[in-house]
């Protein structure tokens, strides 16, 4: 599925067109796909909330697949492995950041699904060294979302900075968030959810969340920490303001609406952190697919044919996914 210029959803942007099968290079390898998460980020790259960086464009970030073919050199996977491809695709691997363990900082980094083509398709291919091997633990569909929604909301939940057993915030539930849920909640943590949707309500209930309010409603309780996921400036200031002394919120998205004014007195003071998330590491993946299939993990996802991934997106958009929508071959 094909994007050839930026445009809103609604107009159904994406065509179906037959390309040639990509040729792996020097390590990289061939992945014919088996399942691709859609991502809200998907959104952004195709309306134009990110500025285009290659059109003609094949979406998708959350790639799930058995390796088909390995380039001139590459030898961390054979043909048959099942392997994962992430928004992450390629860092300089010598600038400062990649020497200290933040490659997601690096100038030269460049994504799947926005440099180079991404998963909306029956081929893919990745430079070896930032594939993922995929845990048994995992079908096909619950393994695509945890590419992207699950390494950032790991990410997140890290620079959130809430420990095990404390008081944790989301604004927004939707795949990221659902499935950050089921990691605070296997770690101890109290669940509280601010969200617009009934129905995302209804699974934060599910998941263990032991309130739940709309998205500027306020907790109970102060939070020692808060993930916002929801791509809307206006939900960080009651965010703040719903934290404890010394908490931190940590925005997870790519984008996001302006900031509105805010008081410092209510929102910043008692030495509390605002944060940004900026992709993720290597180490946060492999991190993330140790603990989901040790808790294990299950993401909910809702299935359609890659024909459909317009109609996958336009509900997104629209939040009427409950978990993720995954695209299946």
């Known amino acids: 599925m094909v994007l050839e210029h930026q445009a809103r959803i609604a107009t159904r942007p994406l065509a179906l067109r037959d ?6 290079g020097p390590a990289e390898i061939l992945v014919r ?28 970030h959350q790639v799930v697949g058995r390796v088909a073919a390995c380039g001139a050199g590459a030898s961390r996977f054979q043909p048959g492995d099942r392997v994962g491809i992430a928004w992450l695709r390629g860092t300089c691997g010598s600038c400062t950041f990649c020497r200290e363990g933040r490659e997601n900082l690096c100038d030269l980094s460049h994504y799947t699904g926005w440099d180079a083509h991404g998963g909306y398709a029956d081929f893919a291919i990745v430079h070896e060294r930032f594939a993922y091997a995929i845990p048994a ?19 997140a939940l890290r620079r959130a900075r809430v420990m095990p057993g404390q008081r944790l915030g989301l604004y927004g539930f939707g795949s990221s968030a659902h499935i950050v849920a089921q990691i605070a909640r296997h770690r101890g943590c109290e669940l509280y959810v601010a969200t617009r949707d009934p129905a995302h309500r209804r699974l934060a209930e599910d998941l263990g969340a ?15 920490g808060a993930i916002v996921f929801a791509p809307a400036g206006e939900v960080v200031p009651p965010a703040l303001r719903a934290l404890g002394k010394g908490g931190t919120v940590a925005l997870a998205g790519i984008h996001m609406s302006d900031l509105p004014p805010m008081s410092y007195d209510a929102c910043l003071f008692h030495e509390k952190t605002l944060t940004s998330v900026e992709s993720n590491t290597r180490a946060d993946g492999e991190e993330l697919f140790r603990e989901a299939a040790a808790i294990p993990l299950r993401p909910r996802v ?3 044919g890659l024909t459909e991934a317009n109609d996958a997106l336009l509900t997104l958009a629209r939040d009427g996914i409950r978990g993720t929508a995954v695209l299946v071959a």
């Open 19 to 24: 390309i040639d099968v990509p040729t792996p």
């Open 33 to 60: 796909v088996a399942a691709c998460g859609v991502c809200r980020t998907d959104l952004h790259v195709i309306e134009g909330d990110l500025a285009p960086h290659l059109l003609p464009l094949v979406p998708g």
């Open 137 to 155: 633990a995992f079908s096909d569909t619950e393994a695509a979302p945890l590419l992207c929604a699950g390494i950032i909301g790991y990410r």
């Open 210 to 224: 032991v309130w739940t309010g709309d998205t500027l409603d306020t907790p109970p309780v102060p939070l020692d």
């Open 302 to 304: 809702t299935t359609f």
